[in-house]
């Protein structure tokens, strides 16, 4: 499966942001899907997740509240909309495709996946 991330860019402390990750190749509804952050110099990070079916999702504490992974299997399309972000959530985005030896789970490690996209930067100013 090949992953394209977009809908990153500039915003101000407190703004908003809508992320898509869109799929194509393989049967996208068969993947959970993760996105993950990575700021410069530092290591790439579990934001959130979503089972195959969408029936779970899952989010690091510093977004909890904040941040809604969604997705719809008849756009082969996932996204993350980020509501009140912090000059702290500047990094690039990158979402993840997995396909879960438990289907009712996502992996929050990084190495778990095979399939990444490109990634889109996100810049948040104080």
């Known amino acids: 499966v090949q992953l394209v991330e977009s809908g990153g860019g500039l915003v101000q402390a407190g703004g908003s942001l809508r992320l898509s990750c869109a799929a194509s190749g393989r049967a996208f509804s068969s993947y959970s899907i993760a996105w993950f952050r990575q700021a410069p110099g530092k290591e790439r990070d579990f934001v959130a997740g979503?089972?195959?079916?969408?029936?779970?999702?899952y989010y690091a504490d510093s977004v909890k509240g904040r941040f809604t992974v969604s997705r719809d299997n008849a756009k082969n399309t996932a996204y993350l909309q980020m509501n009140n972000l912090h000059p702290g959530g500047t990094a690039v985005y990158y979402c993840?495709?997995?396909?879960?030896?438990?289907?009712?789970?996502?992996?929050?490690?990084?190495?778990?996946?095979?399939?990444w996209g490109r990634g889109t930067p996100v810049t948040v100013s104080s």
């Open positions: 979503i089972t195959w079916d969408g029936g779970s999702t």
């Open positions: 993840a495709a997995d396909l879960p030896v438990i289907p009712t789970e996502v992996c929050h490690t990084p190495s778990e996946y095979d399939y």
